[in-house]
T-cell receptor
Framework: DAMVIQNPRYQVTQFGKPVTLSCSQT?????MYWYQQKSSQAPKLLFH???????NEADTPDNFQSRRPNTSFCFLDIRSPGLGDAAMYLC?????????????FGPGTRLTVL | GENVEQHPSTLSVQEGDSAVIKCTYS??????FPWYKQELGKGPQLIID?????GEKKDQRIAVTLNKTAKHFSLHITETQPEDSAVYFC???????????FGKGNQVVVIP
């Protein structure tokens, strides 16, 4: 089945220790998104790639970076995680025949910062 | 930018009854309105969506209605079952915009 895959599902890191979360997709969608979701809140868009074009949200901290080496993979790098960065991180994709409005989410990575 | 409001924040229903969640949006240019269901510890799942060229769309026990004049859209779940218990998010966007504006979410609890 075509899908969005996130690894790992659970990640524990230490305060200030860089961490990378990964996302892959078999949908061949040209847009990939990273969201941060804290408890009882809606997903908050951090940035997205339209093909290779990177689009950062104005309020995304510099501590968050992203890489998209090819169509299928996208990475979220948190350079110096703080306690406030503990959250669920969601990857999503859109594009293809479904158009760019429909977004399909992965299962998420739950990040814990000690 | 677009602002989406979602009401009520929590909804409890008896199994078998109907549940309705309403969202309002601010940007008249919005023409795409999806609904996502998120179960605990999982990513949001797209369950139904509607575009502004139609007023209602149904898929088995779920339906979405859209009132463009009043700028609101609603999710209707009939014959609710315990597995319908989840957080439901509405969102709005317009064609060509890669971003979705989400509502704050609604916790639906189906009481067996």
């Amino acid at each position: 089945d075509a899908m969005v895959i996130q690894n790992p599902r659970y990640q524990v890191t230490q305060f200030g220790k860089p961490v990378t979360l990964s996302c892959s997709q078999t949908l061949n969608h040209n847009v990939m998104y990273w969201y941060q979701q804290k408890s009882s809140q809606a997903p908050k868009l951090l940035f997205h790639y339209y093909d290779k074009d990177f689009n950062n949200e104005a309020d995304t901290p510099d501590n968050f970076q992203s890489r998209r080496p090819n169509t299928s993979f996208c990475f979220l790098d948190i350079r110096s995680p703080g306690l406030g960065d503990a959250a669920m991180y969601l990857c999503a994709t859109s594009g293809g025949t479904s158009g760019h409005n429909e977004q399909f989410f992965g299962p998420g990575t739950r990040l814990t910062v000690l | 930018g677009e602002n989406v409001e979602q009401h009520p924040s929590t909804l409890s229903v008896q199994e078998g009854d109907s549940a309705v969640i309403k969202c309002t949006y601010s940007d008249s240019a919005s023409n795409y309105f999806p609904w996502y269901k998120q179960e605990l510890g999982k990513g949001p799942q797209l369950i139904i969506d509607i575009r502004s060229n139609v007023g209602e769309k149904k898929d088995q026990r779920i339906a979405v209605t859209l009132n463009k004049t009043a700028k609101h859209f609603s999710l209707h779940i009939t014959e609710t079952q315990p597995e319908d218990s989840a957080v439901y998010f509405c969102a709005a966007s317009y064609y060509g915009n890669n971003r979705l504006a989400f509502g704050k979410g609604n916790q639906v609890v189906v009481i067996p």
